[in-house]
């Protein structure tokens, strides 16, 4: 079993920034991949960025560029840095642990965007 607890949503301005951790505890041997979901009002959940173990990272169109993913192996953490944050960036986000044919998900932290 694997246990993540997001932290760092808020409210902000449109332009601004906001960083989002995830801590990972339990058995994270078993983890690949870590990734960032997000999923706003009345849509389905999206995949914003992930990462692998080797450092390598995927993001959606709509957040490349603009948004950051990384982690931190001693700290078991992952981070995901987001600048010029627009409105349509509102949404609750999730962090997700991949591994073993495994998967997990955090309680989610909520993001929100002013214009």
Do not use: H
Not at 90 to 99: D, F, I, L, S
């Amino acid at each position: 079993q694997v246990q993540l607890v997001e932290s760092g949503g808020g409210l902000v301005q449109a332009g601004g920034s906001l960083r989002l951790s995830c801590a990972a505890s339990g058995s994270v041997s078993s983890i690949n991949t870590m990734a960032w979901y997000r999923q706003a009002p009345g849509k389905q959940r999206e995949s914003a960025a992930r990462i692998t173990t080797s450092g390598s990272t995927d993001y959606a169109g709509s957040v490349k560029g603009r948004f950051t993913i990384s982690r931190d192996g001693a700290k078991n953490t992952v981070y995901l840095q987001m600048n010029s944050l627009k409105p349509e960036d509102t949404a609750v986000y999730y962090c997700k642990a991949e591994g073993w044919g495994r998967w997990y998900w955090g309680q989610g932290t909520q993001v929100t965007v002013s214009s």
